[in-house]
């Protein structure tokens, strides 16, 4: 059985993306969304990469 990615429609915040990565990885949502804090704090490329994120990962639900 192959899991794939999708932002969360259940779990979402801004774009659903740290959600979704919480659910493919199998841990809370909450550390994914610290990680990207300290990412924004640590040189702002979180930011950059969670906007591509919310381009390419479709939502839940959705088939591309």
Known sequence: MSRKL???????????????????FGIDSTIVRLLFVAGIFLGGGAIFIYLIAMIIIPKEGEVR
């Open 6 to 24: 999708f932002r969360s429609k259940s779990d979402a915040m801004i774009g659903g993306i740290c959600g979704g990565l919480g659910e493919y």
